[in-house]
């Protein structure tokens, strides 16, 4: 999944879509380029790798202008060499897309057919060209986008510039995700709403099919059809705080000793830690009403569901089949009405995950989500939202360490739900958070001391070890580790209410 961002500003606007596409970097890339308007001429800079190599580029050599695109590509089609990296660009405009032309093949003989040359192996050029073929017959931009969106067939959101009209951004999404920003006479478009988390929280996410034209002023938005519609405007939790590195050497390492406190946050939607209680009506599926769950997703989520699934199975007592997204709707798997399809992604974009998620909808069927990023194409599509953990959203790394415990914590979350009303004589002590605090605190490195009568040795393992509602300290720094306050799981006893003060590991510069 790659990056996509866009800018109509008041300011110089290659360093800021830089800055947007380094937040965007969590997706995986393998180029990256920049194209600005600047004085009416359209120009990029491009750069195999890292991200760093394009912010070098353009130290040595700036672009200027207040319109432009930035793109990190993860290649389909071509291999990731500066030649085939967006923006790709024609005499009249420059193009970034996200997603594969499936038709591309046929689009590209036709065109050359008509005289156009191809400089790159990717799909991609083809819109560039179709877009430029449209303008050279004479129509306007608008015009020309209107009559070629219907001739792409596949997966894209794709956003355009064009020589000459330094107000004037023009984006489609079908597929994969695109929001608009709304800023003080600027606007802004990216793939979510962590890209342009510095720049506004308003956004507007477009729907498939939908396409906009943004302006200095404002967007007009149209859906498939050529009707202007109207998509709301949510405030975003992406903000710019959660997404900095804090005073951690990298994202990984912060995530990782952030984990204790986005449990915690997590849990508590389902938990209520003061009196140690199920909160009432924090899943809002029914599972009374459910006897199987068809789990699917992908990648690490996957990985969170097969943890789920022996929750699930042991604690609440519900069978659970677990399928790559891939492969779920081609199963045809028979699901009744008492079944509830859940579908797990830390993104809620995940393609293969959020195909198979359409296809149960189209059925009829009991549908239910767990996302960590509540303005995401599952989140919106589904009524049932199981998790939205609170602080877990803007997530730069995809490793296992993070997003398995949080995803797992809102698994377990409705696993402990359930488990309640199975046996009510375990509601002081949910199981799902005596198994959080065996596979998952431990990873985060919480080694404690009681406080509740004075200090005493650092406890042994097995002994106690899961800290919730837990507040750290960073300025009571000792020896490498910081003070957290929080709430003690004990390991036999379930929830102790008492709060106590630990030391948490983190590693120094
Ligand atoms: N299919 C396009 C390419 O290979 C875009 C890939 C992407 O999503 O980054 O250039």
Same mark, same amino acid.
């Given at each position: 999944?790659?990056?996509?961002?866009?800018?109509?500003?008041?300011?110089?606007?290659?360093?800021?879509?830089?800055?947007?596409?380094?937040?965007?970097?969590?997706?995986?890339?393998?180029?990256?380029?920049?194209?600005?308007?600047?004085?009416?001429?359209?120009?990029?800079?491009?750069?195999?790798?890292?991200?760093?190599?394009?912010?070098?580029?353009?130290?040595?050599?700036?672009?200027?202008?207040?319109?432009?695109?930035?793109?990190?590509?993860?290649?389909?089609?071509?291999?990731?060499?500066?030649?085939?990296?967006?923006?790709?660009?024609?005499?009249?405009?420059?193009?970034?897309?996200?997603?594969?032309?499936?038709?591309?093949?046929?689009?590209?003989?036709?065109?050359?057919?008509?005289?156009?040359?191809?400089?790159?192996?990717?799909?991609?050029?083809?819109?560039?060209?179709?877009?430029?073929?449209?303008?050279?017959?004479?129509?306007?931009?608008?015009?020309?986008?209107?009559?070629?969106?219907?001739?792409?067939?596949?997966?894209?959101?794709?956003?355009?510039?064009?020589?000459?009209?330094?107000?004037?951004?023009?984006?489609?999404?079908?597929?994969?995700?695109?929001?608009?920003?709304?800023?003080?006479?600027?606007?802004?478009?990216?793939?979510?709403?962590?890209?342009?988390?510095?720049?506004?929280?308003?956004?507007?996410?477009?729907?498939?099919?939908?396409?906009?034209?943004?302006?200095?002023?404002?967007?007009?938005?149209?859906?498939?059809?050529?009707?202007?519609? %109207?998509?709301?405007?949510?405030?975003?939790?992406?903000?710019?705080?959660?997404?900095?590195?804090?005073?951690?050497?990298?994202?990984?390492?912060?995530?990782?000793?952030?984990?204790?406190?986005?449990?915690?946050?997590?849990?508590?939607?389902?938990?209520?830690?003061?009196?140690?209680?199920?909160?009432?009506?924090?899943?809002?599926?029914?599972?009374?009403?459910?006897?199987?769950?068809?789990?699917?997703?992908?990648?690490?989520?996957?990985?969170?569901?097969?943890?789920?699934?022996?929750?699930?199975?042991?604690?609440?007592?519900?069978?659970?089949?677990?399928?790559?997204?891939?492969?779920?709707?081609?199963?045809?798997?028979?699901?009744?009405?008492?079944?509830?399809?859940?579908?797990?992604?830390?993104?809620?974009?995940?393609? %293969?995950?959020?195909?198979?998620?359409?296809?149960?909808?189209?059925?009829?069927?009991?549908?239910?989500?767990?996302?960590?990023?509540?303005?995401?194409?599952?989140?919106?599509?589904?009524?049932?939202?199981?998790?939205?953990?609170?602080?877990?959203?803007?997530?730069?790394?995809?490793?296992?360490?993070?997003?398995?415990?949080?995803?797992?914590?809102?698994?377990?979350?409705?696993?402990?739900?359930?488990?309640?009303?199975?046996?009510?004589?375990?509601?002081?002590?949910?199981?799902?958070?005596?198994?959080?605090?065996?596979?998952?605190?431990?990873?985060?490195?919480?080694?404690?001391?009681?406080?509740?009568?004075?200090?005493?040795?650092?406890?042994?393992?097995?002994?106690?070890?899961?800290?919730?509602?837990?507040?750290?300290?960073?300025?009571?720094?000792?020896?490498?580790?910081?003070?957290?306050?929080?709430?003690?799981?004990?390991?036999?006893?379930?929830?102790?209410?008492?709060?106590?003060?630990?030391?948490?590991?983190?590693? %120094?510069?």
């Amino acid at each position: 999944m790659c990056g996509i961002v866009g800018i109509i500003g008041r300011e110089q606007v290659a360093p800021l879509l830089v800055d947007a596409l380094k937040r965007l970097e969590y997706r995986g890339y393998d180029s990256a380029g920049v194209a600005t308007l600047d004085f009416g001429v359209l120009d990029r800079r491009r750069a195999e790798g890292k991200l760093g190599n394009l912010d070098k580029l353009l130290k040595e050599n700036p672009l200027g202008g207040t319109i432009g695109l930035g793109h990190t590509r993860w290649a389909t089609h071509g291999a990731p060499t500066v030649r085939n990296a967006h923006p790709h660009t024609t005499p009249r405009l420059a193009v970034i897309h996200n997603g594969i032309i499936e038709n591309f093949a046929e689009l590209r003989a036709m065109l050359e057919k008509d005289g156009y040359v191809f400089e790159t192996e990717t799909d991609t050029e083809t819109v560039a060209h179709l877009v430029t073929r449209a303008l050279d017959r004479g129509l306007a931009p608008v015009e020309a986008v209107r009559q070629t969106l219907p001739q792409l067939r596949g997966a894209f959101a794709i956003a355009i510039m064009f020589k000459g009209e330094d107000n004037l951004l023009i984006a489609a999404r079908n597929g994969p995700p695109l929001a608009v920003g709304y800023g003080e006479g600027e606007m802004y478009l990216g793939s979510d709403a962590i890209a342009l988390a510095p720049f506004t929280d308003h956004l507007s996410y477009l729907e498939d099919g939908d396409w906009a034209v943004l302006t200095r002023s404002g967007v007009i938005i149209y859906d498939e059809s050529g009707e202007i519609v %109207d998509r709301p405007v949510q405030k975003s939790a992406g903000t710019a705080f959660l997404v900095s590195k804090g005073n951690h050497r990298h994202f990984m390492e912060k995530e990782i000793h952030e984990q204790p406190e986005v449990i915690s946050h997590t849990l508590a939607n389902y938990l209520d830690f003061s009196k140690g209680m199920i909160r009432a009506g924090a899943a809002p599926v029914d599972f009374a009403k459910v006897d199987r769950i068809a789990a699917s997703a992908c990648g690490t989520a996957y990985y969170a569901g097969l943890v789920g699934k022996y929750w699930f199975e042991h604690i609440a007592r519900l069978p659970v089949d677990i399928d790559v997204a891939s492969e779920f709707r081609y199963r045809e798997m028979p699901l009744s009405k008492n079944s509830l399809a859940l579908f797990v992604s830390q993104s809620g974009e995940t393609a %293969d995950t959020l195909a198979s998620l359409r296809y149960c909808k189209q059925q009829g069927l009991n549908i239910g989500t767990i996302v960590n990023v509540k303005e995401s194409t599952m989140a919106r599509e589904i009524q049932h939202r199981i998790s939205n953990p609170r602080r877990s959203g803007s997530r730069r790394c995809l490793d296992q360490g993070f997003h398995l415990p949080i995803i797992g914590s809102g698994i377990a979350g409705c696993s402990g739900r359930q488990n309640a009303r199975n046996d009510q004589r375990r509601r002081r002590a949910p199981a799902c958070a005596r198994t959080i605090r065996n596979s998952t605190l431990c990873n985060a490195g919480v080694e404690a001391r009681r406080s509740d009568r004075g200090y005493q040795p650092r406890t042994q393992p097995g002994q106690t070890r899961a800290l919730f509602g837990a507040r750290h300290e960073l300025s009571a720094r000792a020896r490498g580790r910081a003070q957290t306050q929080g709430n003690f799981l004990y390991s036999r006893r379930g929830l102790c209410g008492r709060r106590v003060e630990a030391w948490t590991n983190c590693i %120094d510069r």
